[in-house]
């Protein structure tokens, strides 16, 4: 690969992945985040973006963390991405897929962060009543408990393109923010929660969560 190519890469936010992705499951991953993206030739587009094919490279664009990667490059279609989709696009991308993110030249690995949890998305900020069946308001503050998890409301920011159906329905988008320690515990609960407020379930870049497991990154495979 030549310097040119390597400097396209950082152009935008790019998951930087272990193995070459399957196109299939790649696509069916950035449908959790936008349900309308869509095959382009090679290409995916979703939202603003387009998510580019992966290219082989080498172990530079992740400072060597990877001796070898699969680079999938996220950039802007026209005006830039609202509310950092690019970002939480190519991060959410490595996560699941057991890569790395590489923004601006900086490396991260998007599983280290344990200080973010999933979210609930509902379409109306839900009451006290509502949420007393499966959350119990602590007595000073607006943080609500269930066991060992806590739970935040707050006015969601912007609209996530993994909940334009509830958009139609939208008076005050809401996200219930769950913290905790056990990440498969915290997928069941934002599962049970959204079923039973009419809200949609999502990790904390905004992809849909199908299975509580989908919270838990993969490990990287060994070396050869």
């Given at each position: 690969?030549?310097w040119?190519?390597?400097?396209?890469l950082?152009?935008?936010?790019?998951?930087?992945l272990p193995?070459?992705?399957?196109?299939?499951?790649?696509?069916r991953?950035?449908?959790?985040?936008?349900?309308?993206?869509?095959?382009?030739?090679?290409?995916?587009v979703?939202?603003?973006?387009r998510?580019?094919?992966p290219?082989?490279?080498?172990?530079?664009?992740?400072?060597?963390?990877?001796?070898k990667?699969?680079?999938?490059?996220?950039?802007?279609?026209?005006?830039?991405?609202?509310?950092?989709?690019?970002?939480?696009?190519?991060?959410?991308?490595?996560?699941?897929?057991?890569?790395?993110a590489?923004?601006?030249?900086?490396?991260?690995?998007?599983?280290d962060?344990?200080?973010s949890?999933?979210?609930?998305?509902?379409?109306?900020?839900?009451?006290v009543?509502?949420?007393?069946?499966?959350?119990?308001?602590?007595?000073?503050?607006?943080?609500?408990?269930?066991?060992?998890?806590?739970?935040?409301?707050?006015?969601?920011?912007?609209?996530?393109?993994?909940?334009?159906?509830?958009l139609?329905?939208a008076?005050?988008?809401?996200?219930?923010?769950?913290?905790?320690?056990?990440?498969?515990?915290?997928?069941?609960?934002?599962?049970?929660?959204?079923?039973?407020?009419?809200g949609?379930?999502?990790?904390?870049?905004?992809?849909r969560?199908e299975?509580?497991e989908?919270?838990?990154?993969?490990?990287?495979?060994?070396?050869e």
């Amino acid at each position: 690969m030549g310097w040119m190519a390597k400097r396209r890469l950082r152009t935008g936010p790019t998951a930087a992945l272990p193995a070459k992705p399957d196109p299939d499951e790649l696509l069916r991953i950035i449908q959790l985040a936008d349900p309308g993206a869509k095959r382009d030739g090679d290409d995916i587009v979703a939202a603003d973006v387009r998510v580019y094919a992966p290219v082989e490279v080498e172990g530079e664009l992740t400072g060597g963390e990877l001796e070898k990667a699969w680079a999938v490059r996220v950039a802007a279609e026209g005006p830039l991405p609202v509310d950092f989709f690019d970002r939480y696009l190519a991060e959410g991308l490595a996560f699941r897929l057991g890569g790395l993110a590489v923004c601006r030249g900086e490396v991260s690995d998007p599983a280290d962060d344990s200080e973010s949890g999933p979210a609930v998305i509902v379409p109306v900020r839900p009451t006290v009543e509502e949420l007393a069946p499966l959350l119990e308001q602590e007595e000073e503050g607006p943080a609500f408990t269930a066991g060992d998890i806590r739970a935040m409301l707050v006015p969601e920011k912007g609209q996530p393109p993994s909940v334009q159906e509830l958009l139609p329905f939208a008076t005050e988008l809401t996200a219930i923010e769950l913290r905790g320690e056990e990440p498969v515990k915290l997928g069941a609960f934002a599962l049970e929660l959204s079923d039973a407020l009419n809200g949609l379930a999502v990790d904390r870049w905004r992809f849909r969560i199908e299975a509580a497991e989908e919270l838990v990154a993969p490990a990287q495979p060994a070396p050869e």
